[in-house]
């Protein structure tokens, strides 16, 4: 349903198409990584269902980081390219690259939250956070990502690409 409601931007710059693998798979595995600590640490007793913002307040910075981190790679690795001659990425790469970027860093933000506070939120409706989270944070990430990315991309590459 996503992909349908962005389809008329995505037929018009395909090269968005390259960079849905990363965004979908950096946000899930942000949220499965989260997922695994936390009910690893709700296992051995660290964490409690009144311990959830401070698990926010250590996350939150957490995912900003390292999307940061994804995000400046994935914008460096499509400029490198462009500048090296590897591949053409046309005359707004620059545009590309940001949003790419800047993709990333709210994906990989959103991923660590929900992945972090599913547990929470499972374990208080009474069910086993471990028989759910993972398989139901990636899906609920991957479709925020594809949200997210092409919400993104239609803000910086309207006028421009779109």
């Known amino acids: 349903s996503v992909m349908v409601r962005y389809e ?8 968005l198409s390259q960079f849905i693998p990363l ?14 600590l936390i009910i690893r640490a709700m296992a051995l007793g660290e964490v409690r269902l009144s311990d959830w913002w401070k698990v926010v307040q250590r996350e939150l910075p957490a995912g900003l980081i390292l999307g940061l981190m994804l995000g400046t790679l994935a914008a460096a690795r499509i400029s490198l390219w462009e500048l090296l001659g590897f591949y053409d990425y046309g005359p707004h790469h620059f545009l590309l690259a940001l949003t790419v970027g800047m993709t990333l860093v709210g994906i990989v933000t959103i ?6 506070m599913l547990p929470f939120i499972l374990r208080r409706f009474g069910f086993d956070p471990a028989s759910a989270s993972a398989p139901f944070v990636a899906t609920l990430v991957d479709v925020s990502a594809i949200s997210l990315y092409f919400s993104v991309a239609y803000l910086m590459l309207r006028g421009t690409l779109l």
């Open 111 to 116: 991923g660590s939250l929900t992945g972090s």
């Open 23 to 36: 965004i979908m798979s950096s946000g899930g595995n942000s949220g499965s990584q989260a997922t695994s």
């Open 8 to 15: 008329g931007e995505l037929s018009r710059v395909i090269l």
